[in-house]
């Protein structure tokens, strides 16, 4: 059973509030697929969900693993970095899950650069009461640099218009994964 106390727990019961409104929903870095199932889950009949991985063999599972709702899912091979490129419309929960594919080739990682980018990017589309999700993984050094790269980005934005907040295991050591949560409150 999964526990309360997780990281995974925590950012699903961000999802599920935003999803009761979402129509448009990216799944940016879509993996094995797990988190895009549980966004069609749990989304309403008339949301869609675009689906982003730079990694075919990614792309592949997750088609396999949300193989009932491929109607509502449109499942695209490219990096997060062009979301605006295929999504027109304001973005209303957009979820990062970093790093690698467990259990895949460990060098396609996301890296900093390209995720600072696609945040601000998502930010710019972002609806108002919109939110990204951004799971890191600071327990390789790319992790580690993306964490405090997007702290910096996350830290100094207004609060008129963002709210963001930072959820770590307080008594874990430091290489255990954390949350970032924003909205667009404004
Ligand atoms: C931790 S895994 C995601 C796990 C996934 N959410 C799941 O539920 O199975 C990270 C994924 O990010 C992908 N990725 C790396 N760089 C990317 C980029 N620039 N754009 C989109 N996906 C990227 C990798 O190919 C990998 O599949």
């Keep these: 059973m999964q526990t309360a106390v997780n990281m995974l727990t925590i950012a699903q019961g961000a999802w599920v509030k935003s999803l ?3 129509k448009v929903i990216v799944d940016a870095t879509s993996g094995a697929g797990k988190d895009t199932l549980y966004l069609a889950q749990h989304m309403k009949p008339e ?15 997750t088609k396999k693993t949300t193989e009932a709702y491929k109607d509502k899912i449109t499942y695209v091979l490219d990096s997060h ?7 027109e419309d304001k973005l209303d929960l957009v979820v990062f899950n970093l790093g690698y594919l467990p259990g895949g080739d ?9 995720t ?3 945040v601000e990017n998502a930010m710019k589309q ?9 799971m890191v993984y600071p327990g390789h050094p790319t992790g580690k640099e993306e964490g405090v790269r997007l702290l910096i980005l996350l830290e100094e ?4 218009e963002y709210s963001v907040v930072k959820c770590q295991l307080t008594n874990h050591d430091s290489t255990a994964p954390y949350l970032y949560l924003i909205e667009k409150v404004k």
């Design 126 to 134: 972002l609806a108002v009461n919109g939110v990204i999700s951004i």
């Design 116 to 118: 600072i980018k696609a």
């Design 47 to 61: 949301a869609h969900i675009y689906a982003f991985d730079v990694q075919p063999t990614a792309m592949l599972k």
């Design 81 to 87: 970095e062009n979301i605006e490129q295929v999504v």
């Design 157 to 160: 934005l207004p609060k008129e």
């Design 106 to 114: 460990h060098s396609i990682t996301t890296v900093p650069k390209v």
């Design 20 to 22: 009761e409104t979402a």
